[in-house]
């Protein structure tokens, strides 16, 4: 897992950008573990374990405590992540809004797990091999989709509209959409043409949720290229070694907010800090990778923009 990112480059739940979806996972079961009151993830932890990742297996299950190797943040992260979206969905789809997409959906299960209501369609869209890996691990498992599940196998750098229609997608339907976790893994030009492909694809009345991170300051950048290092290198010392500064585009874009505003999105958004406030976890205190700036935003389409 040594070289950068580029373009066409390919992995599995276990190399490169896929092994990060597990790590979520990862992070969402001892999330799970510590407080079930914020998220309730049953799935997250046989999933890691179906991957097979040694280190993160023993972290998913409680075997290896996370103390040293994944630092107290990152699961309070989790949860509140986590908590957002899940709000998120069920508000939308609770106000009428029966379609919903997860891009990039990785190992989450909100289409196992969340009480859809009755008639709600969930795209799920992702590399081939990941959609078959969580499908068939999910049923092997017993479980079965609270929502009708429809999957879409694509990757994002390639036509994902047309695998999101064949699957099903209407258009012409409001739609809510989740693009969790991904922007940073896009190239600047990429996540615009994400967002600019969201928009074309919304009816009015459709929402959206995701990250927008301040562009950085001067140094800021060189400071998390640091920190995910010392993360890399204390997991190559149990024999997991990604190279966590290769898998994410550095360098300014265009921040995710006001652009899907400049689109017709109306937005509203809450940072990192005062999610964990809201709900009495431990404030950042040492907030060397700028977490606490970083807005988790969701709101609706108005007028459409076509």
Aim: aromatic fraction near 8%; charge should be negative.
């Amino acid at each position: 897992m040594s070289s950068s990112r580029h373009d066409g480059d390919t992995w599995d739940l276990a190399s490169s950008v896929g092994a990060t979806a597990t790590m979520a996972a990862a992070a969402r079961a001892i999330a799970t573990r510590a407080d079930r009151s914020l998220i309730d993830d049953p799935f997250a932890e046989p999933l890691v374990r179906a991957v097979g990742v040694d280190l993160l297996t023993r972290l998913a299950t409680g075997e290896v405590p996370p103390d040293g190797l994944v630092e107290q943040v990152f699961i309070d992260v989790a949860k509140v992540r986590a908590k957002f979206y899940d709000e998120f969905f069920l508000d939308a789809t609770n106000a009428g809004v029966a379609q919903v997409v997860i891009l990039a959906s990785g190992l989450g299960s909100r289409a196992y797990r969340l009480p859809w209501p009755t008639g709600t369609v969930v795209y799920e869209l992702d590399q081939p091999q990941v959609i078959e890996f969580k499908t068939r691990t999910l049923a092997e498992l017993g479980a079965a989709p609270t929502a009708d599940r429809r999957v879409a196998a694509a990757d994002l750098r390639d036509d994902w509209p047309t695998a999101l229609r064949t699957a099903g997608f209407e258009p012409a339907r409001p739609t809510a959409w989740s693009a969790e976790g991904l922007l940073g893994y896009l190239p600047p030009e990429a996540q615009d043409r994400l967002l600019d492909t969201i928009t074309e694809l919304s009816a009015p009345g459709s929402r959206v949720a995701t990250e927008s991170r301040p562009n950085p300051q001067p140094g800021e950048e060189d400071k998390t290229k640091e920190s995910l290092h010392r993360i890399s290198e204390r997991w190559r010392a149990h024999s997991f070694a990604p190279d966590m500064t290769r898998l994410r585009y550095f360098g300014a874009r265009n921040e995710a907010a006001p652009y899907l505003a400049d689109r017709g999105w109306a937005l509203e958004g809450i940072t990192i800090r005062d999610l964990l406030a809201a709900n009495d976890l431990p404030p950042l205190e040492d907030d060397y990778m700028r977490m606490g700036d970083m807005l988790y935003v969701g709101g609706a389409l108005g007028k459409t923009t076509k």
